[in-house]
């Protein structure tokens, strides 16, 4: 396997790889001083996390008594044995945490959460007027510079077909705008690694683009106001690309050396891929962007209550309904429960998988690997349960050896919600943006109850500081 530190040596990006001129500094100072970007990983998914579905079931009574009334707790995960559809991640307790006890009230809560869980606001229903700012990730992407920014991948759909093509997004690079996201693992291919596969594509976007920027620039003359804001942001966009684009034209001949494959059932949008054949593809791709250096930070909605789920094992002939499994609904004779179960375990495998690969590629000048600078984060996008209240919304968490977290190899229970110490989203999303560079005092909204009874609700979660 190439060392990453030689790929990145043959490629643009130790010139400095595409970012706005407000981050070009930061990454041709990373570059310079040899430090490699930290990474984040955000993998959404719906239905919840039922809070007892963490519990370790080697707990003593006494840990028993305190985790079942949501009193702070913390334990050492090598003394315990996980629950078994974490057990995917048992090579890799040293590097797990499980947080439970945040809280995410603030954020839109019951089936979906549209943008609000990353960005800690209230949003509404899926509104452009309600997104109040960036979401969490691309503020750290803010931080680690790259060609993409950040990447978006999703897995929806409308509960019996999954959506293809470039769709909406969840996440949010600014007030008022919704990212884009790729729904199907074909069109992530095709679009992320253009520069290799497909070059005259291109240099056919390239042309394009200039068309679009110069009626935009035309029409920009005769607006004002808000709508002129907006079109001033789409053409800042359209020239994002089109620099973007050159960048990726230098860096092709070293991403092609970590070209994902992708299957043939996939072609056409995979209108034949099970929902499996369609998580691991995703995974294909979400490794490849990162080690090639495309991207330094990626969100995949893993699954939402739309999501169809076709080829689960055990279940190959049923086509289940998320929603249905919310409202206690089994197939073929195997109870709700169990089904939610073997979806979980689906993910953790793709979870361990991740994790895997970023460790056996090679980075930097000792022994360390790609992994000691990531951090992989998998939560439910609606709180606790599938009719979310957002009294809690756990955080299972995997951080290489230079993470700046003091977390890694615990079982963490904050206190509870409303309570003295309580913390929330926004809290923890804090936390990231502080350890990785951003002072910010506070990110996200603040909790009402909290607020009503005077309880002290900014800044960092300092116990989880390194």
């Known amino acids: 396997m190439n060392n990453r530190r030689d790929f990145l040596k043959t490629s643009a990006l130790t010139a400095g790889a595409f970012a706005l001129p407000s ?9 310079a001083a040899g430090t490699p970007p930290i990474r984040f990983v955000f993998i959404r998914k719906s239905n919840g996390i039922r809070p007892n579905e ?6 003593s009574d006494a840990e028993k008594a305190l985790d079942a009334k949501r009193q702070p707790m913390e334990v050492d995960l090598d003394k315990h044995e996980l629950p078994e559809w974490l057990r ?4 890799h307790k040293a590097n797990l945490s499980i947080l439970q006890g945040l809280s995410c009230k603030m954020s839109e809560n019951g089936h979906w959460s549209y943008s ?3 960005g800690a606001y209230k949003s509404g229903r899926n509104s452009l007027s309600g997104i109040k700012r960036a979401t969490i990730d691309f503020e750290l992407a803010k931080l680690s510079p790259s060609p993409f920014e950040h990447v978006e991948l999703s897995l929806t759909g409308n509960y019996s077909t999954f959506r293809t093509g470039i769709v909406s997004g969840y996440s949010a690079p600014a007030p008022h705008q919704r990212n884009y996201c790729y729904a199907d693992p074909q069109t992530a291919y095709n679009e992320l690694f253009k520069s290799v596969i497909n070059p005259s594509a291109v240099d056919s976007d390239n042309a394009m683009l200039a068309f679009l920027q110069g009626e935009e620039n035309f029409k920009a003359g005769k607006l004002l106001g808000y709508e002129k804001l907006k079109l001033s942001n789409h053409i800042s966009s359209i020239e994002a690309i089109r620099a973007r684009n050159k960048k990726l034209e230098k860096m092709s001949d070293a991403i092609a050396k ?7 059932v996939h072609a056409d949008g995979g209108l034949n891929a099970s929902t499996p054949e369609k998580q691991k593809a995703m995974t ?6 990162l080690v090639t250096g495309l991207t330094n930070v990626v969100t995949y909605t893993i699954d939402e209550l739309s999501t169809p789920i076709k080829g689960l094992q055990g279940n190959e002939g049923d086509h289940i309904s998320i929603h249905e499994l919310g409202h206690s609904g089994g197939y073929s004779g195997i109870s709700a429960d169990t089904i939610r179960e073997k979806i979980r375990v689906g993910h953790m495998e793709q979870v361990a998988t991740i994790v895997e690969r970023l460790k056996a590629t090679p980075e930097g000048s000792g022994k360390g690997s790609m992994f000691d600078s990531t951090v992989v984060m998998y939560f439910p996008e609606n709180g606790e349960g599938h009719h979310s209240h957002g009294t809690e919304a756990p955080f299972i968490t995997l951080a290489g050896d230079y993470c700046k977290l003091d977390m890694s190899g615990r079982y963490i229970r904050l206190p509870y919600h409303g309570t003295e110490g309580h913390k929330t989203i926004g809290n923890w999303y804090t936390t990231l943006l ?3 560079g951003n002072p910010i005092k506070h990110y996200g909204d ?3 109850e909290m607020s009503r009874k005077k309880l002290a609700q900014v800044g960092a979660i300092k116990q989880l500081m390194a």
């Open 258 to 264: 970590h070209l994902p494959k992708i299957d043939p």
């Open 446 to 448: 603040f909790d009402l």
């Open 88 to 91: 995917p991640l048992n090579k």
């Open 434 to 436: 502080n350890a990785y």
């Open 54 to 59: 963490l519990a370790l079931p080697t707990f």
């Open 284 to 289: 294909d791709i979400l490794v490849a962007a």
């Open 116 to 118: 609000s869980v990353m």
């Open 23 to 31: 981050s070009l500094s930061a990454l041709t100072a990373g570059s």
